[in-house]
């Protein structure tokens, strides 16, 4: 049972990484594609990956009522949530808006407490507390610069994407627990893809090409292929561990992000992104902590 949950904290782990690495490559071609256009091609690509395990499915016995809800959740995870993220990063940097969508897993623990479906311990809620700390440590003067800009909207935005994927989180447990984490997660991203066919449409997807390069094109692959692994680890390690532990590690997303402009463009790596770093393991060790806490 160990051996299964410490699986499934590196499978968020996988995850958190991926969010950020697609979060820089999305603010690379999101300014020559439209928002809309962007997250259905991200999550087409993402679906051919999960075509076998689609056409598996079809000896998995759902309930009408269950497929309805898991595809409801995947229209609501993929397709409205990857819309607001994609406006808001046409307003605000991928840096601010990694930190914003830190809050993530703050907004999941509130819901699942509310919900009877985890308890809100002073361990965990430190740990979640000390993880967006330390997100913004590591952001340190780029935060400070983009948040002097007044643009609320795109922060709003990118607030709402996190409050979906908050919600989402909570509300595939039982789901995960009915079913095999393959079919639920290719019906749900099935149905983001059918959901956004419509304004892809409407921005001009299927009647002119999209201004991209072939570097563009390689991003845009990047970001569909990365999807659809990416969703599959999150949703095996929701199937076998709890919301919070799981979405505590979307912490990471930013400093993926950080570490990438380090790399790919030739930022400094500053002590704020080391204390920052440290600040985040130290705030994912407490929160996925196993020992009981008192509720508040």
């Known amino acids: 049972m160990r051996r299964r949950d410490a699986l499934a904290l590196m499978a968020a782990a996988a995850t958190g990484v991926q969010v950020g690495a697609a979060m820089v490559a999305t603010r690379f071609v999101v300014q020559d594609i439209g928002p809309a ?26 309930t009408v009522r269950d497929l309805f809800v898991v595809m409801g959740l995947g229209i609501v995870q993929f397709g409205i949530l990857i819309a607001l993220l994609n406006l808001g990063l046409q307003l605000i940097s991928s840096t601010r808006a990694a930190l914003l969508f830190s809050t993530f897993p703050l907004m999941t623990m509130i819901i699942a407490a509310l919900l009877g479906r985890e308890d809100l311990s002073r361990t965990k809620v430190a740990g979640v507390m000390l993880t967006i700390i330390g997100v913004g440590v590591a952001l340190g003067e780029r935060l400070i610069v983009q948040s002097a800009t007044g643009e609320w909207a795109g922060a709003l935005l990118v607030l709402g994407a996190a409050l979906c994927g908050a919600i989402c989180s909570v509300l595939y447990r039982p789901y995960l627990a009915r079913y095999p984490t393959l079919p ?25 090409q999209p201004r991209l390069g072939s570097s563009g094109w390689l991003a845009v692959l990047f970001i569909g292929l990365s999807s659809g692994i990416g969703y599959v680890l999150w949703l095996w390690a929701l199937k076998h561990t709890t919301p919070t532990r799981v979405t505590v590690f979307l912490s990471l997303s930013p400093i993926t992000a950080a570490l990438l402009g380090v790399w790919l463009l030739g930022e400094p790596l500053t002590f704020g992104i080391l204390l920052g770093l440290v600040g985040v393991v ?5 929160a996925t902590r196993k020992e009981p806490a008192p509720r508040l």
């Open 184 to 208: 639920v997660g290719a019906w749900a991203m099935l149905a983001s893809v059918m959901f956004l066919a419509a304004p892809a449409g409407m921005e001009g997807l299927f009647t002119e």
């Open 37 to 62: 256009s962007l997250a259905f091609l991200r999550y087409a690509i993402a679906m051919l990956c999960l075509a076998p395990p689609l056409l598996m499915s079809v000896r998995v016995r759902f």
């Open 282 to 286: 130290a705030g994912l060790w407490l």
